[in-house]
T-cell receptor, first 112, second 115 residues
Framework: GDSVTQMEGPVTLSEEAFLTINCTYT??????LFWYVQYPGEGLQLLLK?????DKGSNKGFEATYRKETTSFHLEKGSVQVSDSAVYFC???????????FGKGTKLSVIP | DSGVTQTPKHLITATGQRVTLRCSPR?????VYWYQQSLDQGLQFLIQ???????AKGNILERFSAQQFPDLHSELNLSSLELGDSALYFC??????????????FGPGTRLTVT
């Protein structure tokens, strides 16, 4: 069935390090892809999205490119900050449906 | 602030009881979604309503039900509660027009603890 697989955490990085969180999906058709972020004690916030192949979503220094050939949507940031510490979820919504299927989440801790 | 409100923020109840969680979507959003977040299952879609009608069902137990009212707020009813129902329950809302995909905006969640 349709699913999202993202790298297991937790991930601990020093401030200003480069971040990559891998995400791959299994879905039919052309899903829309999302990254959501959950800060401690809060709900989910949309970080970025891409709705078709080769689209690049970007926000707050984070980027992800919709790669249909590798069914991937990896999240990257060139220089992380302590304030980026949170749980990051990769998700998709399939063509013709709107509910989100989420990965298990990756907890990121950035240390000064 | 996403504009989606959920009440209550916390709920503690005993096994076998029934509770109702409430969600008010963002102004203008017609779709409401319910998700459950637990340590073992992660984030799972439960059910979606669009303008008062059930649109899609996910991994929702028969003991759970939901509805969306004419003012577009939604309620999730959980009955015969079990310890395993302890989780964070999120509501999300979105605008849907035709076949376009719009992002979902999440509320702060209701943390349910069943003792």
């Amino acid at each position: 069935g349709d699913s999202v697989t993202q790298m297991e955490g937790p991930v601990t990085l020093s401030e200003e390090a480069f971040l990559t969180i891998n995400c791959t999906y299994t879905a039919t058709g052309y899903p829309s892809l999302f990254w959501y972020v959950q800060y401690p004690g809060e709900g989910l916030q949309l970080l970025l999205k891409a709705t078709k192949a080769d689209d690049k979503g970007s926000n707050k220094g984070f980027e992800a490119t919709y790669r249909k050939e590798t069914t991937s949507f990896h999240l990257e940031k060139g220089s992380v900050q302590v304030s980026d510490s949170a749980v990051y979820f990769c998700a998709y919504s399939g063509a013709g449906s709107y509910q989100l299927t989420f990965g298990k989440g990756t907890k990121l801790s950035v240390i000064p | 602030d996403s504009g989606v409100t959920q009440t209550p923020k916390h709920l503690i109840t005993a096994t076998g009881q029934r509770v109702t969680l409430r969600c008010s979507p963002r102004s203008g959003d017609l779709s409401v979604y319910w998700y459950q977040q637990s340590l073992d299952q992660g984030l799972q879609f439960l059910i979606q309503y669009y303008n008062g009608e059930e649109r899609a069902k996910g991994n929702i137990l028969e003991r759970f039900s939901a509805q969306q009212f004419p003012d577009l707020h939604s309620e999730l009813n959980l009955s015969s509660l079990e310890l395993g129902d302890s989780a964070l329950y999120f509501c999300a809302s979105s605008v849907e027009l035709g076949s376009l995909t719009y992002e979902q905006y999440f509320g702060p969640g209701t943390r349910l603890t069943v003792t």
